[in-house]
């Protein structure tokens, strides 16, 4: 191999590792995994703290403790019910995001309790977690990953994605049609 093509090939190595750091794009195994790292790590925080609500797990608070937190500090009256309405949601949600079903519909719910949060506890602290009393930054955080899940969907490495293959369901962008464009729901083809 001579000089110049010694030379040309380093160059385009360089701009191929360069275009590789830099492209915007993702791949779709590449986008399935970060989707599937979102859910995962969702799943883990809201069990936790679901589970702690619900059932005083994790030395949480359990739901007598909650129902008094959300009644005095947040001011949401009767506080029994909201603590069962938030452990419920955290709890079922983060289950349902941890395998995968009705993972849109938890996300919208995950979100809805997020904001909730904000609004009610922790938007007045501001974005600032180094008082005593936490800030919004991570209700924040939550709040943007459950809309990633709204948004984008699961992921191939979930059940919704499997009872979508079984019924022949495909998104739009994958083929072109809408999910459960009667067009495609029965048809012999399998998604891509």
Known sequence: MSETDRSKKAKRDATSLFGALTRSGATPLARDVALGAIRVALAWIFIYYGAGK????????????????????????????????????????????????????????????????????????????????????????????????????????SVDELIARRLHVSDVGRRGTPVGDPAVIGSDESPT
């Open 54 to 157: 619900l059932f005083s797990a994790f030395n949480g608070p359990g739901l007598h403790r909650t129902a008094v937190y959300f009644a005095t500090t947040a001011h949401l009256h009767p506080g029994e019910f909201f603590a069962v309405v938030g452990g419920v949601i955290e709890f079922g949600g983060g289950v349902a995001l941890a395998l995968g079903v009705g993972s849109r519909l938890a996300g919208v719910a995950l979100f809805g309790d997020q904001v909730m949060a904000m609004i009610t506890v922790t938007w007045v602290n501001g974005i600032n977690s180094l008082t005593t009393n936490a800030g919004y930054e991570f209700n924040m955080s939550l709040t943007v990953l459950a809309l990633a899940i709204v948004i984008f969907g699961p992921g191939r490495f």
